[in-house]
């Protein structure tokens, strides 16, 4: 006698030897289910489901069936595939534009208020030679009555080396900086000398102090020629 009821595999094993008569019967476990009717059901149930599996007919798949299947089988290796090699394709691409973007988001970053700084430095500075081109173009004590060739040469070269470095100005360094400083200094001085001219214009102390700075203007606008030219 089973002190408890059988376990699940023990009546799973009794059912199937009863119905195979292949494996053991025991004893003990007949007894228990002749007298257990929780047990006894358990069986039946168990011998109906296997009855239901063992007569089960597989229904092989009709030939339209069988070629719809290979069919769709073959078109998504097809398209998997596919999808690969444009993936493998297209990797290097994305690589190289996710690279780019991230140099130029460093360079931005890193140099972008230097560069900043400097066009603003440039864009308040490098107009100064331009106004000074004007303003030699406004001195009319100069220009009508000139000391000699030299001053009228000065103006010539000025004017030329004005209107070459302008176009060329827009894409100079910070390092041309002090140069363009030094040109916007003359130039201050020169429009001192310009007021200092009208009140007296026959001092010759300011017209050779004018004449001067003109010089040095044209050597320093040479300079700056020479250097943006070169690199």
């Given amino acids: 006698m089973f002190p408890k009821h059988p376990t699940r595999t023990q009546l799973i094993l009794y059912a199937e030897s009863i119905l195979d008569g292949k494996g ?12 257990c009717q929780q047990c006894r059901e358990e069986v039946e149930a168990i011998k109906n489901s ?3 599996f063992n007569n089960e007919v597989i229904a092989e798949p009709t030939e339209e069936l069988t070629n719809e299947i290979i069919k769709r089988v073959r078109e998504a290796n097809k398209k998997r595939r596919f999808e690969r090699t444009a993936t493998k394709y297209r990797r ?5 534009m996710c690279c780019a973007i991230l140099w130029g988001l460093v360079g931005y970053f890193t140099f972008g208020h230097l560069y900043l700084k400097s066009d603003t430095l440039r864009t308040h500075v490098i107009l100064q030679p331009a106004d000074s081109f004007q303003f030699v173009q406004s001195v009319p004590t100069l220009q009508k009555n000139p000391v000699g060739d ?5 103006w010539h070269q000025i004017e030329i080396l004005n209107s070459v470095l302008i176009p060329i100005l827009n894409y100079a360094d910070i390092k041309t900086y002090p140069y363009i400083k030094m040109v916007s200094i003359l130039d201050d001085e020169m429009e001192k000398a310009r007021k200092a001219l009208e009140k007296c214009p ?4 300011v017209r050779k102090l004018i004449r001067d700075n003109m010089r040095e203007k044209v050597e320093v606008l040479k300079r700056i020629y ?5 690199l």
């Avoid at 020479?226 to 070169?230: L, P, T």
Wanted: hydrophobic share 30%; proline share 6%.
């Fill in 92 to 96: 290097p691409y994305v690589t190289v």
């Fill in 50 to 52: 296997l009855r239901f």
């Fill in 202 to 205: 026959e001092d010759e102390r």
């Fill in 150 to 154: 030299e001053d009228s040469l000065l």
């Fill in 226 to 230: 020479y250097r943006e030219s070169v």
């Fill in 24 to 35: 053991p019967i025991y004893s003990g476990i007949a007894r228990h289910v002749s007298k």
